[in-house]
C-alpha cells in the first residue's frame, strides 16, 4: 500500500488579475511517498511557489483535490487546518524569519507555544533542535550575534521542533554563499536519512542535485518528473 505523504490529482489554481483570469497552476498531479527528498525547479513564474504554498496549506487550489498525511485538505475547517499543518509540517524559507529581540532557544520553541507545550517543555525541545543543527551552545544568543548560514540552521531547528513528517523549504539557499550552501544541504540529506520527507523549491541545479528526485514545472504544468542523475552523468 502506497504510503503518500503528498497525493496531488487534477490540481489548478487561478488567480483574477485586471487582465482577466491567470491560471497559476494547471492540472498538476504529483504523489510524494513518505522518505522523499523532492526537488520543485522552475523559472519564475512556473507556478512552483504557488504550488509550494498549497503543498504548505497556506493557499486553496480552485479545482482539483490536494490529501496531506492522509487528509483530505478541502474536507477540513480552519481549526483542523491549522492543526494538521503545525503537526505535519515543518517550513524552512529563504528569509530566515527569525524575531530578532528573541534568543535562538526562544525562535526555535514558537512553534510550540501555539501548540500548547508548557515552557519547560519547550525550552528542552529547542536546547535538542538546536544541538542537532550543532547551535546547542548559542542558544542563549540573538540572531544578529550569529552568521547567515547558522540563521538558517536556526531556522531548521524551529522547522523541526514539532516532529514534522514533511519539511517543506522554499528557496532555502538564496541568501546564502556556495559553501554555506552546502553545508545546509548536507543537513537537509542527514535529516532526510532519518526518515523525513523534504519538499525544496530551488532555481539552482546544483542543489537541486542533492535530492533524489526532481520535479520541473512551466507555465504552470509539470513537464518533467524524474530520478536525479548520478553526478558526472549526462
Excluded: W
Amino acid at each position: 500500500m502506497s504510503d503518500a505523504v503528498i497525493r496531488i490529482e487534477g490540481l489548478s489554481k487561478s488567480y483574477q488579475t485586471s487582465a482577466g483570469l491567470f491560471p497559476a497552476l494547471k492540472d498538476v498531479n504529483l504523489v510524494i511517498e513518505k522518505g522523499e527528498f523532492v526537488a520543485i525547479m522552475g523559472p519564475s513564474g512556473s507556478g512552483k511557489s504557488t504550488f509550494m504554498n498549497i503543498l504548505g496549506c497556506l493557499d486553496a487550489p480552485t479545482l482539483g483535490s490536494y490529501t496531506l498525511d492522509g487528509r483530505a485538505v478541502a474536507s477540513l475547517d480552519s481549526d483542523e487546518l491549522a492543526g494538521l499543518r503545525n503537526r505535519t509540517i515543518g517550513f524552512v524559507f529563504q528569509g530566515f524569519n527569525l524575531l530578532p529581540r528573541m534568543s535562538l532557544r526562544d525562535n526555535v520553541a514558537l512553534p510550540l507555544i501555539y501548540a500548547g507545550i508548557a515552557l519547560a517543555e519547550r525550552q528542552k525541545r529547542a536546547h535538542e533542535m538546536l544541538a542537532r543543527v550543532g547551535l546547542d551552545a548559542k542558544a542563549l544568543s540573538l540572531p544578529n550575534q550569529i552568521s547567515g548560514g547558522q540563521q538558517q540552521r536556526v531556522a531548521i531547528a524551529r522547522a523541526l521542533v514539532s516532529h514534522p513528517r514533511l519539511l517543506l523549504a522554499d528557496e532555502p539557499t538564496g541568501n546564502l554563499d556556495s559553501h554555506t550552501s552546502i553545508e545546509i544541504m548536507k543537513l537537509f540529506e542527514a535529516l532526510n536519512a532519518e526518515g523525513i520527507t523534504i519538499v525544496l523549491v530551488t532555481h539552482e541545479t546544483d542543489i537541486a542535485q542533492h535530492a533524489q528526485r526532481q520535479v520541473h514545472f512551466y507555465d504552470g504544468s509539470i513537464i518533467s518528473d524524474q530520478a536525479t542523475p548520478v553526478r558526472g552523468t549526462a
